[in-house]
T-cell receptor
Framework: GAGVSQSPSNKVTEKGKDVELRCDPI?????LYWYRQSLGQGLEFLIY????????KSGLPSDRFSAERTGGSVSTLTIQRTQQEDSAVYLC???????????FGPGTRLTVL | GNSVTQMEGPVTLSEEAFLTINCTYT??????LFWYVQYPGEGLQLLLK?????DKGSNKGFEATYRKETTSFHLEKGSVQVSDSAVYFC???????????FGAGTILRVKS
């Protein structure tokens, strides 16, 4: 079956612009995670959605970052007023439920000029 | 908070050599432990896992044993192949948590 998909695969933007990154989880997976992979910080957790529960936003680095998950499926990560330090690969993962194996998407490489 | 420390790379080995990548962790309670692998140009994949002390995870010839007394989860393989060249990440999930906490990653290069 289809895995986790993310779009775009690459995004180049100018400092100060807003960007939206999309994640399509595996069908039927109720849990969805966003992580960021950068040279300076390694792989770090950003946000977690589980069903209709309030998301765990504890990893979001600033209030410029937000995410939503519509209808319990597709998720969008939005970064406002992008900065150069936002350049990274943004990874999405989903799992069938809390505590189950997380399956990762291919990532979106964001470059902020 | 929870954290994972793994050996720095790159690790360069000849084909058929023995591999060890060290991983230690700090966590309260009883975390679950994982090794993920990222092959060139591909996404992160779960390689193996262990959910309680003394469990051994294994897959594709790789093994790791959950050692609570030494808070370690070292990755081993008896005979590496060129196709094992990748970045390996040790990770944990807290006992009551959801998110994964990753180590910095170790680049493995295997020469023929």
């Amino acid at each position: 079956g289809a895995g986790v998909s993310q779009s775009p695969s690459n995004k180049v933007t100018e400092k100060g612009k807003d960007v939206e990154l999309r994640c399509d989880p595996i069908s039927g997976h109720t849990a969805l995670y966003w992580y960021r992979q950068s040279l300076g910080q390694g792989l770090e957790f950003l946000i977690y959605f589980q069903g209709n529960s309030a998301p765990d936003k504890s990893g979001l680095p600033s209030d410029r970052f937000s995410a939503e998950r519509t209808g319990g499926s597709v998720s969008t990560l939005t970064i406002q007023r992008t900065q150069q330090e936002d350049s990274a690969v943004y990874l999405c993962a989903s799992s069938i439920g809390r505590g189950n194996e997380q399956f990762f998407g291919p990532g979106t490489r964001l470059t902020v000029l | 908070g929870n954290s994972v420390t793994q050996m720095e790379g790159p690790v360069t080995l000849s084909e058929e050599a023995f591999l060890t990548i060290n991983c230690t962790y700090t966590a309260t309670g009883y975390p679950s432990l994982f090794w993920y692998v990222q092959y060139p140009g591909e996404g992160l994949q779960l390689l193996l896992k262990a959910t309680k002390a003394d469990d051994k995870g294994s897959n594709k010839g790789f093994e790791a044993t959950y050692r609570k007394e030494t808070t370690s989860f070292h990755l081993e393989k008896g005979s590496v192949q060129v196709s094992d060249s990748a970045v390996y990440f040790c990770a944990l999930r807290g006992e009551y948590g959801n998110k994964l906490v990753f180590g910095a990653g170790t680049i493995l290069r295997v020469k023929s």
